[in-house]
């Protein structure tokens, strides 16, 4: 099993362009999560699902939107990339809610904007 | 504002050192997990914690859960070049996982 795929691995964007992240997974997991990774501040929520066709916001949801239109695929979009949005975007899910069901990360994507 | 706060920051030592790393909300959580993460790749689990004061270990890990469910400590004995790697904690609330600061960790030989 692949687990998490993010694609792509790398991104250098201009400001006030836009992109998409994807994320695909291949457990059959119910929920999956964007996290962004800023050095000396941990990974930060964006947005998560608890299910097809459901999301919701995070700790820092402003300037993302995301969709999750079948159940393996969630994908992350930029509409208009800011400088302060360069970071590394990691994509997780899980099974549920329980203890034990821990998350599973891809590898990221480090996104660059000028 | 972060909700969890890791400390130290960072922690450089000599092999066979003991290590205590820390993990403080004023949040209560349902469990708490620790990751490991290692340059260029996504965090791996290494422990999960449920109940306030448990205490787990995993080999020269060892892991604790305050009794509030707010804390929690990862104390590393006898260290080694193999456990370098950045620490994050994530404590569970409701349907997401909240990740503290992160403790970034080097053993030197």
């Known amino acids: 099993n692949a687990g998490v795929t993010q694609t792509p691995k790398f991104r250098v964007l201009k400001t006030g362009q836009s992109m998409t992240l994807l994320c695909a997974q291949d457990?059959?997991?119910?929920?999956m999560y964007w996290y962004r990774q800023d050095p000396g501040m941990g990974l930060r929520l964006i947005h998560y699902?608890?299910?097809?066709?459901?999301?919701a916001k995070g700790e820092v949801p402003d300037g993302y939107n995301v969709s999750r239109l079948k159940k393996q695929n969630f994908l992350l979009g930029l509409e208009s990339a800011a400088p302060s949005q360069t970071s590394v975007y990691f994509c997780?899910?899980?099974?549920?809610?329980?203890?034990?069901?821990?998350?599973?990360f891809g590898n990221g994507t480090r996104l660059t904007v000028t | 504002t972060q909700l969890l706060e890791q400390s130290p920051q960072f922690l450089s030592i000599q092999e066979g050192e003991n290590l205590t790393v820390y993990c403080n909300s004023s949040s209560v959580f349902s469990s708490l997990q620790w990751y490991r993460q290692e340059p260029g790749e996504g965090p791996v689990l290494l422990v999960t914690v449920v109940t306030g004061g448990e205490v787990k270990k995993l080999k020269r890990l060892t892991f604790q859960f305050g009794d509030a469910r707010k804390d929690s400590s990862l104390h590393i004995t006898a260290a080694q070049p193999g456990d370098t790697g950045l620490y994050l904690c994530a404590g569970a609330l409701g349907y997401k996982y909240i990740f503290g600061t992160g403790t970034r960790l080097k053993v030197l030989a």
């Open positions: 997780a899910s899980n099974r549920d809610r329980g203890p034990d069901s821990p998350l599973h």
């Open positions: 699902s608890v299910g097809e066709g459901t999301t």
């Open positions: 457990m059959n997991h119910e929920y």
